[in-house]
């Protein structure tokens, strides 16, 4: 019976211990010779694979008030990320980032203007950050308000923000209202593109970082019903 005891204490020491090795790693705050070693290309994988964690509920395990304090003293995040106010995206968890690892702009609409693209070069010129991710989601309220014309407040000149992703698809044959969620995702994705082009125009300074391949500037879709991010070429 001892023996069995023994036996029994063992499997639970060994599983135990696996069980500890198949934890996460506890990541560091990015020091600035860590954001200097990374390409815009490392930044963009990590975030792939980021989102690939969140997916599959793997998750990193994060000491954030240890991270609080030990990021106190400056900040070297590996890229900025523009995206949609909508409460159900929570830009850091689906991308498995923690505290100074990323810039996030917010705007209904993920829309650029002249107060995002100072952020943006405060990020990447300033900051060094590497890669500018716009990011646009399934199902954006900004978007379908826009499309249907809707007229409230401020909100009114915000969505005009929105308006030449649907101007640019004057041409397309369908129903061009919210009603048609194959028209939303268009005019989802062409937004996003030219808040990516409009980046490039409106910003000499991101344009040149670009060019000589400090920077790189991504479009990517968050799908609302799975929580996965789907990056556009
Ligand atoms: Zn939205």
Redesign the pocket.
């Known amino acids: 019976m001892r023996t069995f005891y023994t036996i029994l204490a063992l499997i639970l020491a060994a599983s135990t211990a696996l069980a500890q090795n198949s934890t996460p790693l506890v990541e560091r705050v990015l020091t600035q010779e860590e954001q200097a070693a990374l390409t815009p290309n490392d930044v963009l994988t990590a975030l792939k694979q980021g989102n690939k964690r969140f997916l599959a509920g793997t998750v990193t395990h994060r000491d954030h008030s240890a991270q609080v304090r030990k990021a106190a003293n400056g900040q070297f995040p590996k890229a900025i990320i523009l995206s ?3 409460s159900r ?1 929570p830009v850091e968890d689906v991308f498995d980032r923690g505290i100074g690892d990323i810039f996030v702009a917010r705007v ?3 829309f650029e203007n002249t107060d995002i693209l100072g952020s943006m070069e405060f990020a990447t010129r300033v900051s060094g950050a590497k890669l500018i991710l716009v990011m ?2 399934s ?5 379908k308000a826009a499309i249907d014309g809707v007229e409230l407040g401020n909100i009114t000149e915000m969505l005009e923000n929105i308006k030449p992703a649907i101007d640019s698809l004057a041409s397309y044959k369908g129903d061009k209202t919210s009603a048609n969620s194959e028209f939303v995702r268009l005019v989802t994705e062409r937004n996003i593109q030219i808040s990516m082009d409009d980046i490039r125009k409106r910003s000499p300074i991101i344009k040149e970082m670009e060019r000589q391949g400090d920077v790189a500037i991504a479009g990517a879709v968050y799908d609302m019903s799975t929580g996965a991010i789907e990056f556009l070429d």
Request: net charge negative; charged share 15%; proline share 0%.
């Open positions: 949609c106010v909508d995206i209904a609409g993920n646009g989601h199902d954006c309220g900004a978007v």
